[in-house]
């Protein structure tokens, strides 16, 4: 085996290595939020737990959703100025609002659905939400 193979194995494992470590903190991560949200909604054998950023892009698509209230009730962990959180706690009805802050994770907008101690993800908000109305 040549110098330049052996160096391209070395890079392309390390590399592995690092996505590795980097998947299993985002889970455990995640892992966390989503306990916590269970712990402050106990007594709910099923919880959508929204998590938005206003910086996103679909964030006009599902403040629209959300202020319909057509796609059923979310836990929605927002991360937003407080000013908006107010804003949004009074319009978005029917929906309980969690600041993002108090959770300490930072995500990008995704759906996760609990049944019990089991947990489904959906990254493709909109479409999950129009579905679900």
């Not at 890079?11 to 903190?25: D, P, Q, S, Y």
């Not at 978005?92 to 996760?112: C, N, P, Q, Y």
């Not at 489904?120 to 129009?130: L, N, Q, S, T």
Request: glycine fraction near 6%; proline fraction near 2%; charged fraction near 25%.
């Amino acid at each position: 085996m040549s110098l330049l193979s052996l160096c391209n194995l070395t890079g392309f494992l390390a590399c592995l290595f690092a996505l590795i470590v980097k998947r299993r903190k985002e889970s455990r991560d995640m892992g966390t939020a989503v306990n916590h949200v269970k712990w402050l909604f106990q007594g709910q054998d099923e919880l959508k737990i929204l998590f938005l950023d206003y910086a996103e892009p679909v964030f006009k698509q599902v403040d629209a959703l959300l202020s319909s209230g057509t796609s059923g009730r979310f836990i929605v962990v927002f991360h937003a100025p407080a000013w908006l959180l107010a804003a949004k706690g009074k319009k978005w009805k029917g929906h309980e609002l969690v600041d993002a802050r108090t959770i300490d994770f930072k995500s990008k907008k995704m759906i996760i659905v609990t049944k019990k101690s089991n947990y489904d993800i959906y990254e493709e908000v909109v479409a999950f939400m129009k579905f679900m109305a």
